[in-house]
């Protein structure tokens, strides 16, 4: 059980570096930490082939209307993504991270990219399975909200 406990600390301690290395980047780059959101959930689903409505992607940042324009407009001057028309539906306008942006956060974050996937190659097919599954679930957990106890139950210590 402490064994347990301690790999969630060690998780949180990583997601907290994470969460500081993301910022270094957007302080450097003159970004917001939304933009630096904004641009990865574009990467996203640019890796998977998906189109992203300026809608679709204020819903998945959190942002109403007016905060994902200006948002949009921000990352559009300053050449990061383009809004071009949806390749399934000419009607719809979709928003596209550029090549120059992909070529920016690979400048910065590639080496800790690398560094992990050479640590990933340490561990065997099932173990890096384990690892994915575990991550999955934690991610899930805490889009769901399950890291919060119900009213009026006593916690652990965080």
């Known amino acids: 059980m402490q064994s347990d406990l301690e790999t969630v600390h060690l998780l949180r301690a990583v997601a907290v570096e994470l969460g500081l290395h993301g910022g270094r980047f957007a302080q ?5 930490p939304t ?20 809608g679709r992607l204020g819903a998945a940042l959190g942002l109403n209307s007016a905060g994902t324009t200006a ?9 990061r993504v383009r809004r ?25 974050f590639g080496p800790l990219i690398e560094r992990s996937l050479d640590m990933l190659r340490g561990y065997d097919d099932h173990q890096r399975a384990a690892i994915r599954d575990f991550l999955y679930g934690v991610r899930q957990a805490a889009a769901e909200g399950a890291h919060t106890p119900p009213a009026g139950t006593s916690q652990r210590e965080p």
Request: hydrophobic residues 45%.
């Open 71 to 79: 948002l949009l407009d921000r990352l559009e001057r300053a050449g």
């Open 28 to 32: 450097q780059n003159g970004m917001h």
């Open 35 to 54: 933009d630096v959101r904004a641009l990865i959930a574009l990467m996203d689903a640019r890796r998977a082939g998906e189109e992203l409505t300026a």
């Open 84 to 108: 071009v028309r949806g390749r399934s539906d000419r009607r719809k306008v979709v928003v596209e991270v550029t090549d120059s942006a992909v070529e920016l956060g690979w400048t910065f």
